[in-house]
C-alpha cells in the first residue's frame, strides 16, 4: 500500500515555495577583517560575519559555499507574538510585511500570524539546504508555537527520512510557578540531514561522573572496573549450575526461575582469568568484572539534554553581560555556549563550515572560537543578522572573545565582516556598471559549473577548465566585446568544448562547429541565479 505524507498547506505557500529562484544575487562587500585583536582593511578571514537581510545573504554565499556546509545551526523568531524585542517575534516588522505584499499580493492582508512565519522561513529553508553538503547536518531550535509546522515543513524540504531526532533541551535551571497552565521548561532542537545515510555522528566524551563508578578495590593490574550481575532473569538449562567461589569455598546456585548469563565452560574460564569478583572478603554473590579500558570511549548522545550539562538561558543572558560589560535585556532566551558546543562537537570535525543565519548575539561563533581552543581544531563560521547591533552586539562580542573578557583568556581566531553589496544582474538582467570584474568573474564561474571560484583570469578573459571544458569571459565594462578570429589567437588552453563570453560574436558557424564553441551574448544569455 502507498503511503502518503501529509501536507502542509497555508495562504502564501504557491507564492514563496521557489521565490528563492527569484531572489536577486547580490555580491558581499568587505568592511574590514579583525585578526588577533587587529582591525585592518587588508586581509581576509575564512570566518564571515555578515550584515543583511538573511534571505539575500544566504543566495550570495551560494557561490562559495553550495554543498559546502558541514553544520547549520539556527535560532529563528518562535512566533509568540511578543513585541518587546528589538528581534522582533510576531514577524510583524514593517520591512517583513513589505516583502509579503511585493512576494505574495493581495493575498499577504489576509495572512495569519502563522502564514507569514512560514512565508518567512519556506525560501530560507530551501537557500540553507543548497548550502548543506551531503554528509551535513542542521539543528534547529523552536518552541510550542510553531514547532507542528515547522517538522511538516522540513520533512517537505529535506525529506522525512532525513530526520535524525528531536532534541529536548532543559532551556531553565528554576521552575516557574506564575504560568496560566502549565510552566514552560524546555525548547525543541530539530535534526535533519540532507542525506541520512551519508551523515555520521561523533560520540561525545565520556564525563567524569560516567566514569566515577570504575574503581579497583583490587588493585587488578587491568586498572578501574565496575561489577554487573552474572544472573538472567529466565530459566536456561545449560546455565543452570553451582559457582565456588575460589577464596572461601562458598558455593551460589541459581534461584529458582533464574540461571547464569555464561554457561559452565566460559564461567570457569571468566573467574580462571579473574573477571568475576566475590567481593573482598570472598563470601559475597559473583558479579562479573567490566574493566574502564574495555569501554566505548564515548557516548551516544541522547536526546534529552539538561541544563546542567548544557546550560541555560540564564547563564547565557550572564555570559552576554559579563562580555560586553552590560545587560542586553532584547535577547530574552539567548542559547548558552555549552549548548551550541553540543552540536558542534556531535556534528563537525576540526576542519568544518558552520553557518548560523539567525546569529543574533553571536553566541554560535563564540561556541566555535572555544571548540577550536580546546581541540586545536580550525572550524570557520559564518554568522548573518541583519538586525542595526550585527555591528555593535555580534561582531564585537566575537571581538572580546578572541581577545579575551573579564578573567577569561582569549580564544584567538579572526573574522571578515561583510555588507550586501551590489546585484550583478539589475531587473532587465543587465550587469551593474560598479561591480568588479573579478566578482562577475566569480559569478559566470559558479553560474556555469557550481563551483567556488578560486582562479584568477588572464587578460584574454579564460576563467579555467572545469570538466574538459573553457570558460571564457570577454568583457570591457566600457568597451563592446567581439569574439573573431584575432581573439581566439588568445586561446591556447586546449579543451574538448569552449563556452565564451562577449558582446558580439563574428566566428563563423563552421569555425564554431570545428572548435567546439558555445557563443553566449553579455548580458542576454548571462544564467539568473
Known amino acids: 500500500m502507498l503511503l502518503v505524507m501529509p501536507t502542509l498547506h497555508w495562504i502564501g505557500k504557491e507564492k514563496v515555495i521557489n521565490h528563492h529562484l527569484d531572489i536577486p544575487y547580490h555580491t558581499l562587500n568587505k568592511e574590514y577583517t579583525y585578526d588577533s585583536g587587529v582591525q585592518q582593511t587588508e586581509g581576509i578571514s575564512e570566518s564571515k560575519i555578515i550584515h543583511a537581510d538573511n534571505l539575500l ?167 578501574p572496573w565496575t561489577s554487573t550481575d552474572l544472573l538472567r532473569m529466565e530459566h536456561r538449562e545449560n546455565s543452570i549450575y553451582s559457582i565456588i567461589s575460589p577464596i572461601t569455598g562458598k558455593e551460589w546456585i541459581p534461584q529458582p526461575g533464574t540461571s547464569w548469563r ?33 569501554v566505548k570511549q564515548g557516548i551516544i548522545p541522547q536526546t534529552i539534554w539538561k541544563h546542567e550539562d548544557v546550560g541555560h538561558t540564564q547563564d547565557a543572558k550572564q555570559t552576554l553581560k559579563k562580555i560586553l560589560d552590560a545587560s542586553i535585556d532584547f535577547f530574552a532566551t ?49 554568522l548573518i543578522e541583519m538586525e542595526d547591533y550585527a555591528e555593535s552586539i555580534t561582531a564585537e562580542r566575537v571581538k572580546r572573545v578572541i581577545n579575551g573578557y573579564g578573567e577569561t583568556e582569549g580564544t584567538g581566531g579572526s573574522f571578515s565582516f561583510y555588507t550586501l553589496g551590489e546585484r550583478v544582474l539589475d531587473d532587465e538582467q543587465n550587469l551593474s556598471p560598479n561591480l568588479s570584474v573579478e566578482k562577475i568573474h566569480s559569478y559566470i564561474w559558479y553560474s556555469e ?62 569555425t564554431m562547429l570545428q572548435l567546439n564553441i558555445i557563443f553566449k551574448k553579455i548580458p542576454r544569455d548571462i544564467s539568473k541565479l
Open 57 to 223: 545573504a544566504l543566495k550570495s554565499l551560494l557561490p562559495e559555499y553550495e554543498g559546502r556546509i558541514k553544520c547549520i545551526y539556527i535560532d529563528p523568531p518562535y512566533n509568540t507574538g511578543n513585541e518587546s524585542w528589538v528581534y522582533n517575534d510576531n514577524v510583524s516588522d514593517p520591512r517583513f510585511k513589505k516583502w509579503l505584499g511585493k512576494v505574495v499580493g493581495k493575498e499577504a492582508e489576509d495572512l495569519t500570524r502563522h502564514d507569514k512565519w512560514l512565508c518567512m522561513m519556506y525560501p530560507r529553508l530551501k537557500l540553507l539546504h543548497k548550502l548543506l553538503s551531503d554528509d551535513g547536518v542542521i539543528f534547529i531550535s523552536i518552541d510550542d508555537n510553531e514547532q507542528a509546522s515547522l517538522k511538516m515543513m522540513m520533512d517537505e524540504i529535506f525529506g522525512a527520512s532525513n530526520m535524525i531526532t528531536s532534541v529536548i533541551w532543559q532551556r531553565t535551571f528554576a521552575t516557574k510557578n506564575d504560568a496560566k497552565h502549565f510552566s514552560s521548561e524546555h525548547e525543541y532542537i530539530f535534526v535533519f540531514t540532507k542525506k541520512t545515510d551519508l551523515f555520521r555522528i561523533n560520540l561525545l566524551q565520556r564525563a567524569e561522573k560516567q566514569n566515577a563508578r570504575y574503581r579497583n578495590v583490587e588493585n587488578d593490574p587491568r586498572g
Open 262 to 294: 555464561h554457561p559452565e565452560n566460559e564461567m570457569i574460564e571468566l573467574i580462571k582469568n579473574n573477571e568475576v569478583t566475590f567481593g573482598k572478603d570472598g563470601n559475597s554473590k559473583p558479579r562479573r568484572k567490566r574493566f574502564l579500558k574495555d
Open 334 to 382: 539567548p542559547k548558552p555556549v555549552k549548548l551550541i558546543e553540543q552540536i558542534l562537537k556531535i556534528s563537525t570535525s576540526k576542519n568544518s563550515i558552520i553557518l548560523d543565519s539567525f546569529a543574533g548575539s553571536g553566541t554560535t561563533a563564540h561556541s566555535v572560537l572555544s571548540l577550536n581552543k580546546q581541540d586545536g581544531g580550525n572550524r570557520k563560521f559564518i
Open 449 to 510: 559549473t557550481h563551483q567556488p571560484y578560486t582562479q584568477q583570469a588572464n587578460a584574454a578573459g579564460y576563467l579555467g577548465k572545469y570538466s574538459n571544458t573553457g570558460y571564457y569571459f570577454y568583457y570591457q565594462p566600457n568597451q563592446v566585446t567581439t569574439l573573431d578570429d584575432a581573439y581566439l589567437m588568445n586561446v591556447t588552453e586546449l579543451c574538448e568544448q569552449y563556452v565564451m563570453y562577449a558582446d558580439v560574436c563574428l566566428l563563423s558557424e563552421r
